[in-house]
């Protein structure tokens, strides 16, 4: 029960925020000549018949596991107060690479995927190391490192695929590699719908789901409840602490971030395996940073970040019946800009309240590590220390200016 009350704390403020949200974005699209029930309307209408609907609820489940990789991706960096913004050309890198190594490779069914997973993974990680290594070994923030990455990612994914990967014919409109042969493929959860009774949809309920449920399942226990959770929760509060406890904050920064570029690795293959069996010139866009607003939303637990990613697919899904109904897309822009802004002044909000009751000597739990919100170590606005690579907490002190002991599970004693 007190892992629930805590969950329910920690997702009060983003709830919040969301209702904040819509009520400015309502205001906005009045503003502009939008009747906000109308769009309302038109948002949440998944058809008449039973495979319209379930066809609209498997668009936004296949949107929303790759942005919930992609938050689970810049969460965990966030734990630790890094802000991993490369998580952008980490999966653009990944997924042309393992795109190229399937479709160059020919293997039984469930080893062919396996393959392209781990390619994906190490490519994500070894992108993501570059990153620490220039943070512990040179100082280089990883803002402005990462930030620096995702050009060269851009513009490497686009040699290879103009270059050596090219599987298109010469003068196609759209660029590809080689289509991955059929055992490369992810097979669809169509016949899980077919069993509890529901119309079988046009389109394929991506596998990958499962691949995504078990890898939050995982980031989850590894966080709150090993070792490694603890120190890397305990470096990003305070690096010198951690320090003083033996754990080698530079080894806890490159493995924080080669774990998180391993799960960005994974970011494409849901459509990658699912659906395009190819990675081309058209292939989605902009999932890394889409999963620094999801992050940020769910409050780096992978629970408030599965609501977040789902959250953000439904806005997504809803562009197309709002063109249509002749309302601008952007409201879903908006909405989702709204959402972001609101949740960061939330978090904030929350930090300094936390902060506060700490000072009057009001036992609280310390807000989670790395949520996104500013100050040291709560975040990538908490800037370094001189002596270590992330900020140090105020919830590290009690009320009287001793050191607490922070347990595995974040409280304080």
């Known amino acids: 029960m007190r892992a629930v009350s805590r969950l329910g704390q920690s997702l009060l403020a983003p709830a919040l925020a969301v209702v904040i949200a819509l009520v400015i974005s309502a205001a906005v699209m009045l503003a502009i000549g939008v009747d906000p029930f109308r769009a309302l309307e038109v948002m949440v209408d998944f058809g008449d018949t039973p495979s319209q609907q379930v066809t609209a609820i498997v668009v936004v489940l296949n949107r929303a596991v790759p942005l919930f990789l992609a938050g689970l ?4 960096a966030f734990r630790m107060g890094l802000f991993n913004i490369g998580v952008e050309g980490q999966y653009r890198m990944a997924t042309v690479l393992s795109a190229g190594a399937g479709a160059a490779i020919s293997l039984p069914a469930p080893l062919h995927i396996l393959v392209i997973v781990v390619v994906a993974m190490l490519v994500g990680a070894v992108w993501a190391g570059i990153v620490a290594v220039l943070k512990v070994t040179r100082g280089v923030s990883e803002v402005i490192s990462s930030i620096m990455l995702n050009f060269i990612a851009l513009g490497l994914a686009s040699f290879l695929l103009t270059g050596p990967l090219r599987g298109s014919e010469p003068g196609a409109s759209i660029i590809t590699t080689k289509e991955i042969p059929e055992s490369g493929w992810f097979p669809s959860l169509n016949g899980v719908l077919g069993a509890l009774g529901l119309a079988n949809p046009p389109r394929q309920l991506y596998g990958f789901l499962l691949v995504a449920v078990v890898v939050g399942v995982l980031v989850a226990v590894l966080l709150q409840r090993t070792r490694f959770g603890f120190d890397l929760r305990a470096t990003g509060l305070s690096a010198s602490a951690a320090s003083a406890s033996g754990v080698d904050a530079k080894r806890m920064v490159i493995t924080t971030m080669l774990l998180s570029g391993a799960v960005a690795g994974l970011i494409g293959l849901p459509d990658l395996l699912g659906s395009n069996h190819t990675y081309g010139t058209e292939f989605t866009s902009g999932l890394g940073f889409l999963g620094i607003a999801v992050a940020l939303l769910g409050r780096n637990n992978p629970v408030g970040i599965a609501v977040a990613a789902l959250l953000f697919a439904f806005l997504d899904r809803a562009a197309v019946p709002l063109q249509i109904a002749g309302i601008p897309s952007s409201v879903v822009t908006i909405i989702q800009g709204t959402i ?28 989670a590590t790395g949520d996104g919100s500013t100050g040291g170590g709560q975040g990538p606005d908490g ?22 002991r922070t347990s595995p599970t974040g409280s304080t004693s």
Not at 73 to 76: F, L, M, P, R, T
């Open 383 to 404: 800037g370094p220390p001189p002596d270590g690579p992330t900020g140090t907490g105020p919830a590290l002190t009690n009320a009287s200016g001793a050191a607490g």
């Open 340 to 367: 972001v802004l609101a949740v960061v002044v939330a978090n904030e909000v929350s930090r300094r309240i936390a902060r506060r009751q700490a000072e009057s000597g009001v036992a609280v739990a310390p807000p």
């Open 73 to 76: 991706a810049v969460a965990i």
